[in-house]
């Protein structure tokens, strides 16, 4: 796309992620094939609501005919979900324009009082696991009043489970069962060990159970890809520094199993573009590795068959399968149990409208998005849904208990685990 951007004023501004942001700009043709996938344009319908209309409103606001403030809401309404980047003939790398851009514009543009509250609000708790399973006991607490509340502060307690699991440190080791295949440091997430602890115990049981040794260092802090998502990058590279600092160098890989974590953690070497810790962040960013990826590659110890056969619907997160390119790998894993049967959800990979935080962010195009998602699993007939991201879990448990269906939502490992315990 022809431009008249200034990219040196904008390397001034930004820094050296500029260049970047300029040649997504200059690559998209304006063919429209991101178009179908976009969430928001199926929900919306609106081009300045779709991947290609979004490029031109970033290039008029880099290029100085739109102003920023006018620009931001359809940038806001992006879920960063990255259909468009897989669906792109052209090859645009539109996640490298949107990110910069939303966070150069957080801090240029005006925003009312309580999207304020609720910016401070994700940025304080969420990426502190402590603080978060404090603020939710809080919630839970006033959730019955929630009616009354404004629509940012009802649309984070909607979120909220009937009832929060017991809080369960994990170890800072757990040793590989029989002989070690591999050794590996595990990220535990944030929000995952508050709502979600058994995820991470699943997930070392399986580990253990395939001969992988894992290391879960106790100093380690949120991975930063919430703040990326909310545009906070420098708060983001902070937290991501003390994680370098306090991984295991000698490690097979750095295991995830959060989607939208492993996803903001490739994205390191793009976050430190530029600056003294580049290389650093590079070396981290090309050990992470999703859980299911690694044992995929390592090669699954054949898993025996649940205790009941099981149809279970299975979810792929953007985070997993557009940013990070993983479809198969959990699939595989999946059906190596002997009576689970997968079934494919069709509706041609739409976001489950969590994405980060943006179920909290933008709550009505979340829910549109959620119920369509919920629906079309229903319509499959399935017992149960399984998915890779914390996130999706939740939003999916979610609208099918809104449509009064609770089927339950498990996480990949959890299933595996499950056909795991039936040898012990
Ligand atoms: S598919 Fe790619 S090149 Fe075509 S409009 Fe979308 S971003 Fe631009
Ligand atoms: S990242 Fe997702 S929501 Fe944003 S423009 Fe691309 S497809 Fe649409």
Redesign the pocket.
Known sequence: MQHTISLSQWVDKIGPQARQMVEAIEACVHCGF?LP?????QVLGEEMD??RG?IVLMKSAMEGGLSLQEAAPFIDR????????TACPSGVQ??EL?SPFRAYALGQTRQDIMESVQHAFVNETLPYPGRFRSAAILGRAVKPFQSWMPEELASMLLLLPDRLPTSRPLPNFIPAKGTRRARVALLAGCVQQALAPEINWATLRVLASNGVEVIIPQEQGCCGAILMHTGELKRARQLARKNFKVFPPDVDAILTNAAGCGSGMKEYGFLFMGLKDESLAEQFAEKVQDVSVFLDNLGLLEPPPLPQPLKAAYHDA?HLVYAQGVAEPPRRLLTAIPNLTLLEIDDGGL?CGSAGTYNLEQPEIAGELGRRKAQSILQLGSEAVVAGNIGCIIQIRLHLKTLGKMLPVFHTLELLDMAYSQIS
């Open positions: 991101c996938v976009c969430p928001t344009y779709s991947p979004r992006c879920l960063a979900c990255q259909a468009c980047v539109y996640n949107v953007c976001c």
